[in-house]
């Protein structure tokens, strides 16, 4: 059978670079981008779009009938800051959009599911530095709690029903392209933004708050290199850690300032900072890259790099 992809949520901070990198493997008119709301990027433009709600099993059903989908990356959930405002709707979103995809995959309309955990799934009791793949997982945030049903069910799917489905566990994700919204790694890209406009930041977490994060082509190629594994070397079906790199708002401070020597940061800390204080500072990822072979690329240096001079 050919291959056919959807996207659903292909206009949000990993959606869209991830369509742009998937149109250019298998063809524009083989991904078909989805997203709750219109994008006034080139996702609209350069190959199929549909607005399509994640919670509304039907419409992906019809999506997937029409276009004869054989993969779905499910890209759409409310992130850890957004979701502890409004819980409900959070655990709702993430949960719900879950079983709509699982549920076509059980019935044998798509092939294979791709969705993405979060560091979020660890919690306070986990150990933080190098955080091993089985661990203690008591997460204290909706989006975690989220994230971690969702893990259990996709491995419940997977052994119960032999449905096809890959995740990893994404760190705080950095790019230029677009804005990510309502996570607490979000500063780690309003930094860069700032750092050009106006010379200065206030971080809402402290100097010292070290969080594991990753470029986003490192994570877009972790994300397709999951995908294009072989079945049988996807050993663990809720999810893989994965690790590229971990700084605090003070060491990418001085990353910016051997640009821009005159950056300055300053500290207001709001209640992103008890979630960051949950999760892990390192992630032990050696089973994703003895499984599938997954190797990172960018370092915090290399990273601002390409930031700055993109964003400028
Ligand atoms: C968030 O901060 O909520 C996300 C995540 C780590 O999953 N970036």
């Given at each position: 059978m050919k291959k056919r992809i959807l996207i659903i949520g292909a206009s949000g901070q990993i959606g869209t670079e991830l369509t742009a990198r998937l149109r250019k493997l298998y063809g524009n008119h083989k991904v078909v981008a989805t997203d709750i709301r219109e994008s006034d990027s080139t996702i609209v433009s350069e190959g199929p779009f549909e607005i399509l709600d994640a919670m509304d099993s039907e419409a992906i059903q019809d999506v997937v009938i029409q276009y004869e989908?054989?993969?779905?990356?499910?890209?759409a959930a409310m992130l850890s800051a957004t979701a502890e405002k409004f819980p409900m709707k959070a655990w709702n979103l993430n949960m719900t959009s879950l079983f709509n995809v699982l549920q076509l995959a059980k019935e044998n309309k798509i092939k294979k599911v791709f969705w993405p955990s979060s560091?979020?799934?660890?919690?306070?009791?986990?150990?933080?530095?190098?955080?091993?793949?089985?661990t203690i997982m008591e997460p204290s945030t909706v989006y975690g709690i989220s994230k971690q049903a969702g893990e259990r069910w996709c491995e419940y799917y997977f052994n119960r029903y032999g449905v096809d489905v890959r995740s990893i566990r994404y760190p705080g994700l950095i790019s230029y392209t677009t804005q990510p919204g309502g996570?607490?790694?979000d500063y780690a890209v309003d930094i860069y933004h700032k750092a050009l406009k106006h010379k200065k930041y206030i971080s809402?977490?402290?100097?010292?708050?070290t969080l594991p994060m990753m470029y986003m082509d490192d994570a877009i190629k972790a994300t397709i290199g999951i995908m294009e594994a072989?079945?049988?070397?996807?050993?663990?079906?809720?999810s893989y850690n994965l690790s590229a790199m971990s700084f605090n708002p003070e060491e990418v401070s001085e990353s910016i300032k051997k640009h821009i020597p005159e950056f300055e940061i300053d500290y207001k800390l709001d209640f992103r900072q008890k979630i960051a204080d949950t999760w892990p500072q390192s992630i032990n990822d050696d089973q994703a890259r003895k499984d599938w072979g997954w190797k990172h690329k960018f370092s915090l240096d290399e990273m601002t790099q390409i930031m700055l001079d993109n964003l400028r």
């Amino acid at each position: 059978m050919k291959k056919r992809i959807l996207i659903i949520g292909a206009s949000g901070q990993i959606g869209t670079e991830l369509t742009a990198r998937l149109r250019k493997l298998y063809g524009n008119h083989k991904v078909v981008a989805t997203d709750i709301r219109e994008s006034d990027s080139t996702i609209v433009s350069e190959g199929p779009f549909e607005i399509l709600d994640a919670m509304d099993s039907e419409a992906i059903q019809d999506v997937v009938i029409q276009y004869e989908i054989t993969e779905i990356y499910l890209m759409a959930a409310m992130l850890s800051a957004t979701a502890e405002k409004f819980p409900m709707k959070a655990w709702n979103l993430n949960m719900t959009s879950l079983f709509n995809v699982l549920q076509l995959a059980k019935e044998n309309k798509i092939k294979k599911v791709f969705w993405p955990s979060s560091i979020a799934v660890f919690g306070p009791t986990t150990p933080p530095i190098n955080t091993p793949q089985n661990t203690i997982m008591e997460p204290s945030t909706v989006y975690g709690i989220s994230k971690q049903a969702g893990e259990r069910w996709c491995e419940y799917y997977f052994n119960r029903y032999g449905v096809d489905v890959r995740s990893i566990r994404y760190p705080g994700l950095i790019s230029y392209t677009t804005q990510p919204g309502g996570g607490t790694t979000d500063y780690a890209v309003d930094i860069y933004h700032k750092a050009l406009k106006h010379k200065k930041y206030i971080s809402f977490l402290s100097a010292k708050t070290t969080l594991p994060m990753m470029y986003m082509d490192d994570a877009i190629k972790a994300t397709i290199g999951i995908m294009e594994a072989p079945k049988e070397s996807i050993k663990i079906r809720n999810s893989y850690n994965l690790s590229a790199m971990s700084f605090n708002p003070e060491e990418v401070s001085e990353s910016i300032k051997k640009h821009i020597p005159e950056f300055e940061i300053d500290y207001k800390l709001d209640f992103r900072q008890k979630i960051a204080d949950t999760w892990p500072q390192s992630i032990n990822d050696d089973q994703a890259r003895k499984d599938w072979g997954w190797k990172h690329k960018f370092s915090l240096d290399e990273m601002t790099q390409i930031m700055l001079d993109n964003l400028r």
